[in-house]
């Protein structure tokens, strides 16, 4: 019995791959809770012992030592109990080893319900902990279906498993189809009781900003650093960078030998533009680098308690500095977070100039 016992356990272990201890406390659990349902005992009246290092296995009832007994169930008398423990005593706990049959059909029922249970919890733990080492990470699929009404798209993940991708999630404008292959960022894992799932997104920051991390060493070694992304998914992307190596071009390194590893990540994100900025400490510094492709003429950062800042910039560059419909600032201000406020260097139509002050005379030398 006790070898079949730790042989099935020893298969279960290698077929799914549960850790034996993490089997061994479930199954203890069950036994426990099967033994108090059969026996209507308490925990302190039931002992389980499993050592697979021994091929030991066995439940007990501990029937304390009384002068009379109530209930013999959980009770005995001394001289009964000598015949188990010799210097058994008043007030001792006596083993008294059960047979599983004895447990009774739902003491045995409700056994095996608790351990598949455990099973169940064990399989999904260890998918969850799968699931959860892939966070934050692009991982490769296969376009397998998709929901024509909703838009939901099926996918079959490299390396096994399925999930979905909603359609909030998918680029605007772009067209799946069934069998194509695609990249995909891992936003988060979540648990609940149809196990874990994996939320999924085409339109995250992250993805392009993984897809940097992948393509250029610089980034991968730590020498440049992504300091920040905003994106628009399937119209513009701004991205600042940063090196620690004053000999390295954070920039250049990102835009790689003729454009090839920035012209890379385009192409997988359907062309897709990319602006590549120099981060800097120094606000105005950064602010004027993120309106790129814009030529900024000063940056003044306002006084508050928001960071708010008024950009100037050559009048013929006013709606370059904006962009279409706003992206440009307003992909600058999610980057540098700061609200922005761009003025042409000509000013307003209609609007006072501002006024300059007149340096103030020096005084005279002693």
Known sequence: MNSEFFEALAQLEKERGLPENYLLEKIEAALILAVKKGYNVDDENVSVEIDPAEGKFSVCLLKEVVEEVFDPNIEVTLPQARLKKKDARLGDFVPYPLKTKEFGRIAAQTAKHVIRQGLKEAERSQQYAEMQSKSHEILSAVV??????????????AGGGVATLPRSEQVAGETLTEGQ?????????????????????????????RMFEMEVPEIFDGTVEIKAISREAGARTKMAVWSKDPNVDPVGACIGPRGQRVAKIVEELGGEKIDIVRWSEDPAAFISAALSPATVVGVEILEGDTKACRVTV??????LAIGNKGQ????????TGYNIDIRPESGYYGEEPPVKKEPEAAADAE
């Open 144 to 157: 397998n279906s998709i929901d024509e009404r909703r838009g939901v798209a099926t996918l079959e993940l």
């Open 181 to 209: 292959r695609i990249k995909v960022y891992v936003v988060d894992v979540t648990s609940n009781d149809r196990g874990p799932r994996m939320m999924l997104s085409r339109t995250h920051p992250g993805l392009v900003k």
């Open 314 to 319: 050559p009048d013929n560059q006013l709606s």
């Open 328 to 335: 440009n600032a307003r992909l600058t201000a999610r980057l």
